[in-house]
């Protein structure tokens, strides 16, 4: 079976200092691996998603994290922070359907990011 | 392109009725799949409907249940609601054979 472990339910960093969500996954399959943020009543808006090609997966808002398949970590950084990224974070595995279609996405629980000014 | 739209954005009912909620996909996708995100958890996968059948299905009892349109659009409906039905409903669209999956804002459902 497929899950996720999000490491840390809560991150609070000053703004202009590195991020860093952790996240752990679990697979009997080579998994698809996916962050996704969720603005407060906004809709959940993928940052970046792993398929087996590059380990290093970069997203949008300047945003990578790292495959490392050794430690079955997908941890999320970012080199500093902005008021604009507070917000939840969810880890996400997934695997691909029959036919190549994307199968149902596994969230782990969340991280919520806090910036300080 | 509006993206995936949910309606109503906030339902309130009693225990024992029964809602429908309703998703339009994002233009140009054909897949739909309904999550149910409880406060303070991330979001579980309820079922997911291609070519208007149910494809997969997650660990939910048969109060759930859903449609698919010949427009893609779909509806969720759940019977006999419990206090734990409680939740932000979130809607999902795809294109089958591509994959990444784009959120509605949700439906916010209160059960008192």
């Known amino acids: 079976a497929q899950s996720v472990t999000q490491l840390d339910s809560h991150v609070s960093v000053s703004e202009g200092t590195p991020v860093l969500l952790r996240c752990n996954y679990s697979?009997?399959?080579?998994?698809?691996l996916f962050w996704y943020v969720q603005h407060p009543n906004k809709g959940l808006q993928l940052l970046l998603k792993?398929?087996?090609?590059?380990?290093l997966v970069k997203g949008i808002n300047g945003f990578e994290a790292e495959f490392k398949k050794s430690e079955t970590s997908f941890h999320l950084t970012k080199p500093s922070a902005h008021m604009s990224d507070a917000a939840e974070y969810f880890c996400?595995?997934?695997?691909?359907?029959?036919?190549?279609?994307?199968?149902?996405?596994?969230f782990g629980k969340g991280t919520k990011l806090s910036v300080k000014p | 392109d509006a993206g995936v739209t949910q309606s109503p954005t906030h339902l309130i009912k009693t225990r024992g009725q029964q809602v429908t909620l309703r998703c339009s996909p994002k233009?140009?996708?054909?897949?739909v799949s309904w999550y149910q995100q409880a406060l303070g958890q991330g979001p579980q996968f309820i079922f997911q409907?291609?070519?208007?059948?149910?494809?997969q299905r997650g660990n939910f009892p048969d109060r759930f249940s859903g449609h698919q349109f010949p427009n893609y659009s779909s509806e969720l409906n759940v019977n006999a609601l419990l206090l734990g039905d409680s939740a932000l409903y979130l809607c999902?669209?795809?294109?089958?054979?591509?994959?990444?999956?784009?959120f509605g804002p949700g439906t916010r459902l209160t059960v008192l």
């Open positions: 697979s009997s399959y080579s998994p698809s």
């Open positions: 233009s140009g996708h054909d897949t």
């Open positions: 409907y291609y070519e208007e059948e149910e494809r």
């Open positions: 996400v595995v997934t695997l691909p359907n029959y036919g190549g279609s994307q199968g149902n996405l596994i």
């Open positions: 999902a669209s795809s294109p089958h054979f591509i994959g990444e999956q784009f």
């Open positions: 792993y398929t087996s090609a590059a380990t």
